[in-house]
Every structure is written in C-alpha cells, then in structure tokens.
C-alpha cells in the first residue's frame, strides 16, 4: 500500500463516509470495512461523504477498471492509500470500481484510483466516484435535469419493436427508418427509441463527414486502442427521408423535438445540402416542432444559411471554453475555436435558442483557469441554456491531454462552479436535453 497525501476536510468529518468499493480479479465488486471510498479531480482527492454523494439514482451502472489500482481512504490510520492487492486474497489483485450514471446528472468527482504500468486506456464511458453506505450506493453527483426523457423504465423493448412495426408499415422505402430501427434495437440508443415510441425528442442523422477529431468521438476512433461504440450513418438521406420522419414525430407527440447531430453521425454542418430543404418540406407542412441541431460549429456561414431556412435551435458541442484545450480535444481540421464563437454568436443574433453542450471532466471543467474563462464566455455571450454532459473519457489520459495544453490549477469544486453560475447567470438555465420551443 501506497500512502499519498491526506486532504480530508474538517467539514467533511461531521459527515457519514462512505464506505469504499472495490473489485477483485473475477471482477466481483464488494465493500471494503475501514476504508472510505474516494474521488478524484484531476490530482486532488476527495473523501465521499454523505455531503458530496447521493444515492445513486435508477439506470446507474458500476464498472471495474481494469490496470488501476483503487485511491482509498484508511479510516482508522486517517490517510490515503493506494491499495496494491485485495486484502482478503494477499497477492492478489484489487481494482478500482466506478459508476456510470443516469443522464441528467453530472460527476461531482470522478473514481479515485492510479494507472498500474502499461494500462490501456478506459473505453468510453464516464466514471463517477461510487461507495456504499447503509443498504445502498451513493455516488458522487449533482442533478441538472428532472426530465424522464432517457429513463430507460420507460422504454420497453416490446413497445419499441411494436412502434418499428408500425413505421415499417408507413414508410417501407424509408431508409432514414431502417437506420433508426437499428439505432434503437441493436445499440439501445434512447433518442433511436424515442421515435418507435412517440416521445419526446427524434433524432434525424444525416452527416458521414466532420471535421473534427474528438479524442473520445463515440463514432469514429482511428486508433485500435479505443473502440467507438456506434457506426456512422453510411448513406446521406434525402430531404424527403428526413422530413417524412421529422413530420411523423412532430404530428404525434406534443412539444416535439427533432434533432440533427446524433452519436451515429458525423457533424450536421457537412449535410447542410439535404438538411436544408429538410427543414423547408417540415416547414411547409406545419409549424409545429422544435428543429434543433447539434453540432460543432465549426462553419458558421453554413450554419447561419440553416438558422436562416428554419432551424430553431443548436446545441454546441464544448469541452473548454479556454481554446487551447479546445483544440486539444476536438483536433479541429479547417476550423477554429473563434468560428464556433462566430456560430453561437450568428445564432444568438437571429434570436435562435442556444445552448452549449458542457463536457464536464472535474478537475479540468471546475479548475479555476476554466471557470474564469466560462464567466468570461456566459458574460460576452448570451447563451439560454448549458447542457451539462459528463465527458465519456479516461479521466486520467483526458488531464494529462488538458494540462499539457493548458496548466490547470487545483479545482473549486463542480459542485460549486454550477452554484456560481447560478449566482452570475440567473438566465441561463440548466439541463441535460434540447427543450422544445414552447419552454424556451
Ligand atoms: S464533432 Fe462530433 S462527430 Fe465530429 S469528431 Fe467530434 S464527436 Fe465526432
């Protein structure tokens, strides 16, 4: 066991630890006595407590990782520790567990834990500081959206293959449909879902080419070592296929969303040819639906044309509004961070409703170089709306890629950066999805 500096706060001993989680070599998690569980921000370590946990809510999932070893908290030796062999099995390995939680709520600290030699990177998911007390899990999160738009209690598989029936029926050439269906059935996608199920927001992907390289892209990733969970679309649909979906979904579901920019795309700026008189056919037909895109913003020109035809909304995609970290993670090609400025600028200018897509990762997004640069950000430009995204990378390989970019001191705290916002920007309103136009 390793022992590495102890920063447990005075305010957090009046609180109840959190007893630690770990996993052994079959991958079995259980519950570590004496030890409390702990979070990471960057390289500060937090002790989760009752005052910086919740009970982990419906749809959560706990992970192992594998190649790290776990941070804990000694509670009688008052320190932390780096624990190198599971202490019921000596000699053998023990390893750091983390939770994968539900949309609609962003990490406070991420799990604690070290890489051992030679680790691969984690795949892509987020990996939110997770611990046991009572007779349940608590993990370390804050809400920022009360919707049950992705609840997946509400999406029941046998209901989404009768909606896939239904549309199989309507629309039998659509091909858009048939990319849908197995968005829906195959990778479980919940926007792919909401459509069979007549709910909410439907997406409408359209786009084979961007001109970004995100490191944690989820559909394309050129390097072997992480694999992207979904295909690309590979075909560009025609403004008919889109509109005959974005029509079906807006005449039956009340405060409808339609959206382009979806997990199984590339970005929607580089579709504009078909999206363009997509949103025309939709808008000849009716005005009812929110048209929503999410996208880059890389072209503004493009986009501006799209704000011009129809479009009601974006949501940008952002992981630092300090542009060398930018750059860091989305390895523009052809673009830079003053265009996606210039984006979200035109678009306010129109009136348009904007929100930002915030990838939040702790110890980059709430350092104090960050939050600087977003108050100076949310004071130059108006947003409506930050949507807060936990980013789905490996923390520890997503901050070393930050601070080489762009030094990062010690964290406030997520917790706090949302407070602080809250305070600065009462107008700017918090959440996890697009809303629908009769919300904005
Ligand atoms: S902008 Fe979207 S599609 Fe393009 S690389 Fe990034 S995540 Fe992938």
New binding site residues.
């Given amino acids: 066991m390793t022992n590495i500096k102890n920063r447990r706060s005075g305010k957090n001993k009046q609180k109840k630890l959190v007893t630690a989680l770990v996993a052994d070599r079959n991958g079995e998690i259980f519950e570590l006595e004496g030890y409390a569980a702990v979070g990471m921000a960057g390289q500060h370590f937090e002790i989760l407590s009752t005052a910086n946990t919740i009970i982990i809510p419906h749809g959560g999932e706990l992970m192992y990782l594998p190649d790290r070893r776990p941070v804990l908290y000694n509670i009688e030796n008052n320190h932390l520790e780096v624990l190198d062999e599971n202490p019921y099995a000596p000699g053998e390995p023990v390893y750091p567990v983390a939770a994968f939680n539900s949309p609609g709520y962003v990490a406070g600290y991420v799990s604690a834990f070290e890489e051992r030699d030679g680790a691969k990177k984690l795949p892509l998911f987020s990996y939110g500081a997770v611990g046991w007390l009572g007779e349940g899990f608590r993990t370390s999160i804050i809400q920022v959206d009360k919707e049950d738009r992705q609840d997946l209690r509400l999406m029941k598989r046998e209901d989404v293959i009768k909606g896939v029936q239904e549309m199989r029926k309507k629309m039998p050439d659509n091909r858009l449909r048939k990319h849908l269906e197995r968005c829906a059935l195959e990778y479980g996608c919940p926007a792919g879902k909401n459509f069979f199920l007549g709910r909410y927001e439907a997406p409408l992907p359209s786009a084979q080419q961007?001109n970004?390289?995100?490191l944690?892209?989820?559909?394309?990733q050129k390097s072997e070592e992480i694999t992207h969970c979904q295909e690309r679309i590979s075909f560009t649909p025609t403004p008919e296929e889109i509109a005959r979906i974005a029509l079906e979904h807006i005449v039956r579901v009340e405060k409808s969303v339609v959206s382009f920019g979806q997990g199984c795309?590339?970005?929607p700026l580089f579709a504009a040819e078909v999206i363009g008189p997509a949103i025309k056919l939709i808008r000849s037909e009716t005005e009812r639906g929110t048209i929503n895109m999410n996208t880059?913003g890389s072209l503004p020109d493009i986009l501006n044309e799209l704000l011009d035809v129809g479009l009601d909304s974006i949501r940008v995609?952002i992981n630092s509004l300090r542009p060398e970290c930018y750059t860091a993670y989305?390895r523009p090609k052809g673009y830079l961070f003053d265009d996606v400025i210039r984006s979200i600028d035109i678009a306010l200018d129109k009136g348009k409703y904007v929100s930002i897509n915030y990838l939040n990762c702790p110890g980059i997004t709430d350092a104090p170089e960050e939050v600087e640069a977003v108050m100076t950000f949310l004071k130059d430009h108006p947003i409506n709306r930050i949507q807060w995204r936990n980013l789905n990378f490996d923390p520890i390989g997503y901050w070393q890629v930050m601070m080489a970019a762009s030094p990062s001191g010690q964290p406030i705290g997520v917790k706090k950066l949302l407070g602080l916002i809250r305070k600065n920007f009462p107008q700017v309103s918090f959440g996890y999805f697009n809303p629908p136009k009769e919300n904005f």
């Fill in positions: 961007c970004a390289r995100c944690g892209c989820i559909s394309l795309e590339g970005d880059n995609s989305f």
